[in-house]
């Protein structure tokens, strides 16, 4: 099994979830999240005035998915959270050991 983290733009959410879901992942975790990558932030002029945004608002996603569906699943969730543009986002991919649903005891992929 694996975890992904998956931090994308925040108005690529609902399209990212979709794709979860048509790659048989709708469990899910969201999170509101601020961060930036290389360009460091953003600045702005508005009247006159030069603002620094140091952070840009994202969303973290996480989900758990089968080690068959790997590849497929972070294609999909590229794909639809691609604009081209910096800041897109990333995918992280951590092994998950073991999961145990707490209501029914059940271990492993059953699990998920």
């Given amino acids: 099994m694996y975890k992904l983290e998956i931090i994308i733009r925040e108005e690529k959410l609902a399209e990212v979830t ?29 009247r006159g005035q030069v603002y620094e945004i140091p952070f840009l608002p994202k969303v973290k996603i996480e989900v758990l998915i089968r080690d068959q569906d790997r590849e497929k699943v972070i294609a999909a969730v590229s794909e639809v959270a691609r604009t081209g543009e910096i800041g897109d986002g990333k995918v992280f991919v951590y092994p998950v050991a073991d999961v145990i649903r707490i209501r029914t005891g059940e271990a492993g992929e059953c699990a998920i």
């Fill in 18 to 46: 979709e794709a979860l879901s048509s790659a048989g992942y709708p469990a899910l975790t969201v999170y509101p999240v601020e961060g930036r990558g290389h360009q460091k932030g953003l600045t702005e002029q508005f």
